[in-house]
């Protein structure tokens, strides 16, 4: 009889102690021309990733040009004194490197990734785009006509368009917050380059930018690197610069986007509220995480599970502007989808979630599976260095303390289920929410009249 092996089994592994964690803190500089520099050593995160922060926001625009921050924006990567455009970006491929730019309130990011051994070439090419960008008239022109080509496809897109929508409705027409943040067809169309050079002239200056740097610098020279490239940009010294506050009304109201035959209603429901330097900001992120941040949350438990009248709603709060007298602002909102028919009980029932929440309050449960995704699972959304650097570049536009991520998250785990309501319901009363509906006005008009949620009104789809 042949004899039975025996399998060996090696012991299984088991885990060893959690090591503490904390948002990394970085380190402040300043360069010659005055640029402000903040850098964070990464140990292994050979990507490092490169924020360079502009104060050329978009109230900064001139009249009549909304989008010209925008084009400008795109326009750094289309060219130097050195480069053409296809040279621009046969180099950044040269050294792995991708560059990106974009505008926003407040203010215009570009943001380079590179691997740490070609950093100071790449740079070396954002210093170029930044020193001397060529703002060719062919170039300025080119992205002018793609900046018009996007127009009609975000206006046929639902969300992009209650997007429009909400923030034509929630701000004054003559604060630029009330218009499309790149620009509509008619103010693009007036853009080209001689309005693009004195807009970078007057707000793409070291004095009044931020640099951003975060990945594994072991061996690198970072103070000698930046001077000889962004060290080279040049500009007019810092001007204080008036910030208009951001009001808002939120009356209470319903605005229709008709799109007829649409078999699908997008929502979207919102109003202002404090920014991140207000105290309640950290219970505000829980509530609104229990009211709406995940699968699991109310508005999903109900509106998706119970009803099955949508794939997801969630709720947030996106920072506008921020600043620390208090006139700044962030937009807390409900957004998601739902069948036509099924409109007006959809959105009965997520009032009906939200007086139940003023009525009844969170659970100490829910509150307790809050913290634990927003704070159990931050070591793992910053495992990258472009993570870091993302978070680091919102705190310096938001004027917020470099230690600032790292207490929110002993704020987030400090806040009790009472605190975590209370934010969340000053956040969405039921009487002061602007509420957009993308969707067929003929069958969906009459049953979110029925709800008594605010007048309705019917605008025509672009």
């Not at 080119?142 to 034509?168: F, G, T, Y």
């Not at 307790?368 to 993302?390: C, F, H, I, M, S």
Request: charged fraction near 25%; aromatic fraction near 4%.
């Amino acid at each position: 009889m042949t004899e039975l092996a025996t399998m060996e089994f090696h012991p299984r592994p088991s885990a060893g102690e959690a090591k503490p964690w904390a948002f990394p803190a970085p380190e402040r500089a300043t360069l010659d021309n005055g640029l402000t520099v903040l850098h964070c050593h990464r140990p292994g995160q050979r990507l490092v990733a490169v924020e360079v922060l502009l104060d050329a926001p978009l109230d900064a625009e001139p009249a009549g040009l909304d989008g010209v921050a925008t084009i400008m924006a795109r326009a750094f990567s289309e060219g130097t004194d050195k480069h053409s455009a296809e040279e621009f970006a046969a180099e950044l491929e040269r050294c792995g490197a991708t560059l990106d730019a974009h505008a926003d309130h407040p203010g215009v990011r570009l943001s380079l990734e590179v691997p740490v051994s070609r950093l100071s070439k790449g740079l070396g090419l954002v210093a170029d785009a930044l020193r001397a960008p060529a703002f060719a008239d062919s170039e300025v022109e080119r992205l002018v006509r793609n900046r018009l080509d996007e127009i009609p496809h975000e206006l046929a897109n639902p969300s992009r368009r209650a997007a429009k929508e909400l923030s034509r409705q929630l701000f004054p027409a003559t604060a630029r917050m009330s218009r499309p943040r790149q620009g509509t067809a008619e103010t693009v169309e007036a853009i080209d380059a001689a309005a693009v050079r004195p807009f970078s002239g007057r707000h793409a200056r070291p004095a009044t930018a931020t640099a951003v740097v975060v990945g594994d610098l072991t061996g690198v020279d970072l103070t000698a690197l930046l001077g000889d490239t962004l060290g080279a940009w040049t500009g007019s010294a810092a001007q204080p610069r008036p910030v208009p506050p951001v009001t808002a009304d939120d009356t209470g109201r319903v605005v229709i986007v008709d799109r007829p035959g649409a078999v699908q209603t997008q929502l979207l429901i919102g109003r202002i509220g404090p920014d991140r330097h207000d105290r309640v900001w950290p219970a505000q992120v829980l509530g609104t995480y229990c009211l709406g941040g995940t699968l699991t949350s109310r508005l999903d438990r109900v509106l998706r599970e119970e009803k099955g009248y949508t794939y997801g709603v969630r709720a947030f709060g996106q920072v506008l502007r921020s600043a620390p007298d208090g006139s700044g602002a962030a937009m807390l909102a409900i957004s998601g989808s739902v069948d036509t028919p099924n409109t007006g009980p959809a959105l009965d029932d997520l009032w009906k979630v939200l007086r139940t929440l003023a009525e009844e309050g969170l659970t100490d449960a829910e509150r307790d599976v809050a913290v634990q995704n927003l704070v159990g699972v931050a070591p793992l959304k910053y495992e990258t260095a472009a993570a870091v650097a993302g978070t680091l570049a919102d705190q310096v536009e938001q004027h917020l303390p470099d230690d600032y991520q790292a207490t929110l998250y002993q704020q987030l785990a400090a806040t009790g289920t009472v605190e975590a309501t209370a934010a969340v319901v000053n956040a969405f009363p039921v009487d002061r929410l602007v509420t957009v509906l993308v969707g067929d006005a003929a069958t969906i008009k009459e049953p979110v009249e029925a709800l008594g949620i605010g007048e309705v009104t019917v605008v025509a789809a672009e």
